[in-house]
């Protein structure tokens, strides 16, 4: 019983590994292989790398948002700068106004009092006989 | 320490530490007590130009002319130019009180009247401070019935040169076109 059970499991090995030999027989492929292959080739096809791509692009992508924030922070700075530099220019001719405007005052003032001085001293008597 | 000696030093360090108004307030005076007369005037000028005030102003009174050289040479000196004019629409709106307040301020030692012409409704004044017999500033008071006139420079300045201002001021960068109230 035992020799039996023996006999038919070699037997069915024996199958097994003459249809696996059947299988991986060496084929030749077929006509007009090398030519398609050359011509697609020699055209230039590339096989895409889908995964490569898609990891540049998610590389790419924080580097132009931050170029961006570069571009906007450097263009928002120049502005202030811009606005600041009109504003101290602002500030500068209102206080040159000032100035101007005080000595105007001062001015008149003095020559005023310089004129009344010459005015009393022309009528006084003097002293001078 | 004696109790008694302690409060000596005490009144001792207190009495250094309050300012004394002439010397402490050098040729600057206080003028905002004359704030209040800007309700009653026609016409007010209120100038306050620091010193920060006139490094900025050079630039734009540098090389525009002989007369911009001028004034530029007159500022020099100055650090500090504080004008309150009022002119009223009817006479006697300021009170003699408010003459007399700036009057005491330059009756103190440093201060020095170099002109003064009193009529019967109206003073003309001109005080100059002296620092370390060098000149430290200017007031001019002018009063009239119906108008009043504080100037006080501080800093060095010619009083010959900023009378022979005037012909010069109109052709100044930032001189204004038509008359200021006077």
């Known amino acids: 019983m035992r020799f039996a059970a023996i006999s038919q499991t070699e037997g069915m090995c024996m199958s097994l590994e003459q249809e696996l030999r059947r299988a991986l027989k060496r084929k030749d492929p077929p006509g007009g292989f090398d030519d398609k292959v050359l011509s697609r080739i020699a055209a230039g096809e590339t096989v895409g790398a889908p995964m490569g791509t898609r990891r540049w692009s998610r590389a790419w992508l924080p580097v132009a948002a931050s170029l961006m924030i570069a571009f906007g922070a450097t263009y928002y700075v120049q502005l202030q700068q811009q606005r600041q530099a009109r504003e101290q220019q602002a500030h500068a001719e209102q206080a040159t106004r000032d100035v101007v405007l005080a000595l105007q005052i001062a001015s008149e003032t003095i020559s005023a009092a310089q004129a009344k001085v010459e005015e009393i001293t022309r009528y006084e008597p003097t002293n001078d006989r | ?182």
């Open chain 2, 1 to 182: 320490m004696n109790p008694r000696t302690t409060v000596n030093y005490s009144l001792l360090l207190l009495a250094l530490l309050i300012p004394r108004p002439a010397s402490a307030q050098g040729a600057r005076l206080q003028l905002d007590h004359l704030n209040k007369l800007a309700d009653k005037a026609k016409e007010t000028v209120d100038v306050t130009v620091d010193a920060a005030m006139l490094k900025q102003t050079a630039g734009f009174l540098a090389g525009k002319g002989s007369d911009s050289e001028k004034v530029q040479q007159l500022i020099e000196g100055i650090t500090g130019i504080y004008v309150k004019s009022f002119q009223f629409g009817v006479p006697n709106a300021y009170t003699d009180a408010d003459v007399e307040a700036i009057r005491k301020q330059v009756s103190g030692s440093g201060w020095s009247r170099i002109v003064g012409i009193r009529g019967k409704q109206e003073l003309t004044e001109i005080y100059f401070w002296k620092e370390r017999d060098t000149n430290g500033g200017l007031v001019v008071i002018a009063a009239q019935p119906n108008e009043l006139t504080v100037v006080n420079i501080v800093g060095r300045v010619d009083l010959a040169s900023l009378g022979a201002l005037g012909p010069m001021i109109p052709k100044l960068p930032g001189a204004m076109k038509k008359a200021i109230p006077r």
